[in-house]
Structure formats: C-alpha cells, structure tokens
C-alpha cells in the first residue's frame, strides 16, 4: 500500500465511525420522544431529593413517591381494588352497517384507592393535581375495551390525561379517547330496525380476586347527539355486568353500557320505497295501451323490471353480505315481481293476439254482428211522406229535378278554345294556360267532373288496410289486470307497513 493512502483510509474510517454514533444517538432521541420516558420519584439519587426544598409540594410528591412500587396493586395479597368507572361522551359517530362497528369518543374516568398515596397532614388542600407525566409512576387497573377494534390516545397539544389524588388515598384518572368498537347488527327489520351496540370494560390480567369494576353513579354522560340515521336518548342507555370467566385463567371483572339505536326511515322512504312504488305503477300504465301496439309496452315493461333490478343492485353495494332476508329486501322482490308480472300479462295477450283459432272465432262474431245489423236496417219501412225534397214541404221535387237538367245542359264541358262562344271573347285571357287539359263550361267557368270520371279516380286510390282483429280474450286480460294489480299491490302494502312499522 502506498505511504500516502495511509492517512486518506484513516480519515474514511473516522468519518464512516462519526457517522455511525451520530445516526444510533439520533434513533435513540426519537425513542425517547416516542416513548415519552419520565424518571420517578422512586428512581431519583438521594443527593437529587435532598436538593427539594422542604415543605413544598415537590417534597410532599417525592415522599409519597420515593418508597412507591407500581408494580405491586394496592390492598396486595388482601381485598381486590375497587375501580369506579365513569364515562363521559364527546361525539358519537354513525354506525358502519358494512363493517359493522361504531366510534365514539369518550373521557374515560376511573377512580381507585391506593392506601399507599394517601396525603399527609402537612399538605392543607383536600386535593393533588399532578402532571400527566406521572401518570406512568403509578399503578393502575388493566382495563381494555373487550369489543374494540381500533383505539388511540390524543396528544395535543399535551397529553389529554387528569390526575388527581384526594387525601384519602383515591386516583382519579381521566382520559380521552377515541375508539372503534364493534356492534354486530341484526338487519332483518332493515331499515326500520333498533340496534343494540354494546361498550365492554374488561380487566385484561386481573382476576375477580384482585380487581373488580363497577359503575359510579350516573355512568355515562352526554350532551344531546344528533345522528344522522339513528337516534339515541339518554334514558334507552343500559348498564350491566358482563364478568367473564376463561378456562385455565378464572373470571375476569368486566362491565358493559349498551346504546339503544333507533334508525330513522325517512331517507330510505324518499330514497327508495317512493321511486319503487312510482316505477311499479308506471308498468302498469302498459294495460291502458292497446294490445297491439308491442313497440310501447314492451319498452314500458322491460325499462321497469331493470330500473328495480339497478335499484337492488345499488341498495345491496351498501349493506353487508349476510343470509337473511331484511326487510327492504322483501319490498325490492315483491316490487320486482309486480313488473315482471305486467311483462309477462302482455306475453299472454301477445300470446292471444297471435291464436288463429281465437282470430277465426273473432271474426265470425264480427261477421254474425254485421249480418244482424244490416237486416235491421233492411226491416225500416221506406220514407214515404210527402214529394218534397227532405220530407220538408219546401220546393217540390219535379222542379228541383227540371233545374238540375237545365244546369246540366247550360254547363257544356268545353275542350278547346274554339268551342267557345263568339261573343265571349273577354274571357279568353283570363283562361289558364293548361285550359285544354281543364273542364270548363262555355262561359269560362270550371264544372265539376262527374260520372265516370269521379269512378275512374277513386278506383285509383288504394283501398286502406284492413284493421287488425283483436280477440275478446286479450281486450279482458288487459281489463282484469287493471284491477288485479293495483289492488294486490295495495293489499300487499297494508301487510307490509303493519308487520314492520
């Protein structure tokens, strides 16, 4: 190796060993901030205590401090410790139906004594406020949420923590909360349905011989909630004891709240149950349309059924999976089946419509009704009651029938220009110029074209289509589907709304 890379390699290896202390003494820091480490009273020199003046709260707090061990619960080997839990909630959050759980954020309150921290006389208040720091210098109950899913403390802008120490020896702890906490719901009576969520406190280490939970008085508090489906009222709030006992370990202390949650329906109302309602009756607006006329109803009947179907589709996207039936799966079903029925009415009129047998019966009725009709008319004795044109005494008929003849004769048909007479020859520039191809008497004047003319044209025209036979049957099924169906489905509405509401 060359003399000069020595002092190079050494100052690298130096440097590569700075960098190394400084990265562990960084990591270290942050633990420490993390970890939040306080140093108790317990673990200060005694050159460290005797450095607080006497007879200030500093000195009162080291000595009931100095000989304290949290490791060890009050009353050891003796009584269990009675712990008084309290509970104040902030907010309530709505309940996930898919995920099936619930947040609230809460104070937490428990309240112990521990003969150990009792004051001494020469300390003149009845209480002592101490720093949430030490609050890790004492002993304190295990207590878990049995039924919680997620939970964290809050931290700012200091550590949401009260402690208090009263003169007899009592802990208050209060702190805040916010946990997840799982409710499992019963939907069958969705969406007019109550739940029942629960909130477990359970001692996670210490059996019913060490420690025991138990409400204060008045255990939970709360300002008035509003939710945005669900009520909750202060006085459907239950309590309860739900001590657990677990093979091989014993029983466990534990005691629970339960929240009753009434739904409110009214979103679910204009949501949903009021556009199905709409879309059932528009399928049936199929039966006041004429049977043959497939290119209405069968968009009508098939934009129905798929309008429900996208309606449950959506509606199930929301809810959990489970294998129950709930109660608006009941009402999107039967809304389905009623436009799929009125779809399948018009296949059975369609059905009719296209029966050969059924049209050939038609049509010998039509033919019986006309024969019937024309010998009616055949039987009406002729009108007989005067010669006067219409029956009504006015002009006679011989001298009507001798004016026509005249007319007829005066209104010669003229050709050509020739057959004009000589002396009206003022007309002749008032003539159109296709004169020889217009009908026009001898005066210039137009005449009607009659007799055969009149024939030849309308054996021209083409005769119009003939109208399509419709049975008697298919015209009755749309008639008892006008009735069927609007009264079933209001049959099956005062079932429905008196079993859930």
């Given at each position: 190796?060359?003399?000069?890379?020595?002092?190079?390699?050494?100052l690298?290896?130096?440097?590569c060993?700075?960098?190394?202390?400084?990265?562990?003494?960084?990591?270290?820091?942050?633990?420490?901030?993390?970890?939040?480490q306080?140093?108790?009273p317990?673990?200060?020199?005694?050159?460290d205590?005797?450095?607080?003046?006497?007879?200030?709260?500093?000195?009162?707090?080291n000595?009931l401090?100095v000989s304290?061990d949290?490791?060890?619960?009050?009353?050891?080997?003796?009584?269990?410790?009675?712990?008084?839990?309290n509970?104040?909630?902030?907010?309530?959050?709505?309940?996930?139906?898919t995920?099936?759980?619930y947040?609230?954020?809460?104070?937490?309150r428990?309240?112990?004594?521990?003969?150990?921290?009792?004051l001494?006389?020469?300390?003149?208040?009845?209480?002592?406020?101490i720093?949430?720091?030490?609050?890790q210098?004492l002993?304190?109950?295990?207590?878990?949420?049995a039924?919680?899913?997620?939970?964290?403390f809050?931290?700012?802008?200091?550590?949401?923590?009260?402690?208090?120490?009263?003169r007899?020896g009592?802990?208050?702890?209060?702190?805040?909360?916010?946990?997840?906490?799982?409710c499992?719901?019963?939907l069958?009576?969705?969406?007019m349905?109550?739940?029942l969520?629960?909130?477990?406190?359970?001692?996670?280490?210490?059996?019913?011989s060490?420690?025991?939970?138990?409400?204060?008085?008045?255990?939970?508090?709360?300002d008035?909630?509003?939710?945005p489906?669900?009520?909750i009222?202060?006085?459907?709030?239950?309590y309860?004891?739900?001590?657990?006992?677990?093979?091989?370990t014993?029983?466990?202390?534990?005691?629970?709240?339960?929240?009753?949650?009434?739904?409110?329906?009214?979103?679910?109302?204009?949501?949903v149950?009021?556009?199905t309602?709409?879309?059932?009756?528009?399928?049936?607006?199929?039966?006041?349309?004429?049977?043959?006329?497939?290119?209405?109803?069968?968009p009508?009947?098939?934009?129905?059924?798929?309008s429900?179907?996208s309606e449950?589709?959506?509606?199930a996207s929301?809810l959990?999976?489970?294998?129950?039936?709930k109660?608006i799966?009941?009402?999107?079903?039967?809304?389905?089946?009623?436009?799929?029925?009125?779809?399948?009415?018009?296949?059975?009129?369609?059905?009719i419509?296209?029966?050969?047998?059924?049209?050939?019966?038609?049509?010998?009725?039509?033919?019986?009704k006309e024969?019937?009709?024309?010998?009616?008319?055949?039987?009406?004795p002729?009108?007989?009651?005067?010669?006067?044109?219409?029956g009504t005494?006015?002009?006679?008929?011989?001298?009507?029938?001798l004016?026509q003849?005249?007319?007829?004769?005066?209104?010669?048909?003229?050709t050509s220009?020739s057959?004009?007479r000589s002396?009206?020859?003022?007309?002749?520039?008032?003539?159109?110029?296709?004169?020889e191809?217009?009908?026009?008497?001898?005066?210039?004047?137009?005449?009607?074209?009659?007799?055969?003319?009149?024939?030849q044209?309308k054996?021209?025209k083409?005769?119009?289509p003939?109208?399509p036979?419709i049975?008697?049957?298919?015209?009755?099924?749309?008639?008892?589907?006008?009735a069927?169906?609007?009264?079933?489905f209001?049959?099956?509405?005062?079932v429905y709304w008196s079993?859930?509401?």
């Amino acid at each position: 190796m060359a003399p000069g890379l020595r002092p190079v390699i050494v100052l690298l290896l130096l440097l590569c060993c700075w960098h190394l202390t400084t990265a562990k003494e960084g990591k270290s820091t942050k633990k420490g901030k993390k970890g939040k480490q306080v140093v108790c009273p317990a673990q200060l020199s005694p050159e460290d205590l005797a450095q607080v003046p006497a007879n200030t709260t500093s000195n009162i707090l080291n000595r009931l401090m100095v000989s304290y061990d949290p490791r060890i619960r009050p009353n050891f080997q003796g009584i269990p410790v009675e712990s008084r839990v309290n509970i104040f909630i902030n907010s309530f959050g709505s309940i996930q139906e898919t995920t099936m759980d619930y947040r609230v954020n809460i104070f937490l309150r428990q309240r112990w004594n521990d003969p150990r921290l009792r004051l001494p006389t020469d300390y003149k208040s009845e209480t002592l406020t101490i720093d949430p720091k030490m609050f890790q210098c004492l002993w304190k109950p295990d207590l878990f949420f049995a039924n919680e899913k997620n939970a964290n403390f809050h931290d700012v802008t200091q550590d949401n923590i009260l402690l208090f120490i009263f003169r007899n020896g009592d802990v208050l702890i209060s702190m805040r909360l916010s946990v997840t906490l799982s409710c499992p719901l019963d939907l069958t009576l969705f969406p007019m349905d109550t739940q029942l969520c629960k909130m477990q406190l359970e001692s996670f280490g210490y059996t019913t011989s060490d420690l025991v939970f138990m409400w204060q008085s008045d255990p939970v508090q709360m300002d008035e909630i509003a939710l945005p489906q669900f009520d909750i009222k202060q006085e459907d709030i239950k309590y309860g004891n739900c001590t657990k006992y677990y093979q091989g370990t014993g029983y466990y202390t534990c005691v629970e709240v339960i929240f009753t949650l009434r739904r409110q329906v009214g979103f679910y109302l204009m949501g949903v149950y009021a556009p199905t309602l709409l879309i059932v009756v528009l399928s049936w607006l199929s039966f006041w349309i004429n049977p043959d006329a497939s290119a209405a109803r069968v968009p009508l009947g098939i934009l129905s059924v798929l309008s429900l179907s996208s309606e449950s589709m959506s509606l199930a996207s929301e809810l959990p999976k489970v294998s129950y039936v709930k109660a608006i799966d009941i009402w999107l079903i039967a809304c389905l089946l009623f436009g799929f029925s009125s779809l399948v009415e018009y296949a059975v009129v369609q059905v009719i419509l296209n029966s050969p047998k059924l049209i050939e019966e038609e049509k010998a009725k039509m033919a019986t009704k006309e024969k019937a009709l024309k010998e009616k008319e055949g039987k009406k004795p002729p009108n007989t009651t005067n010669n006067t044109v219409n029956g009504t005494g006015g002009t006679p008929i011989h001298v009507n029938t001798l004016q026509q003849v005249v007319e007829t004769r005066c209104k010669k048909v003229c050709t050509s220009k020739s057959d004009l007479r000589s002396n009206d020859f003022s007309i002749v520039g008032s003539l159109p110029r296709d004169f020889e191809l217009s009908n026009f008497d001898c005066y210039g004047k137009p005449v009607e074209v009659s007799g055969a003319l009149k024939s030849q044209s309308k054996a021209s025209k083409k005769p119009p289509p003939p109208k399509p036979v419709i049975p008697a049957a298919a015209k009755r099924i749309d008639l008892y589907a006008r009735a069927l169906f609007p009264f079933s489905f209001l049959f099956f509405n005062v079932v429905y709304w008196s079993v859930y509401l």
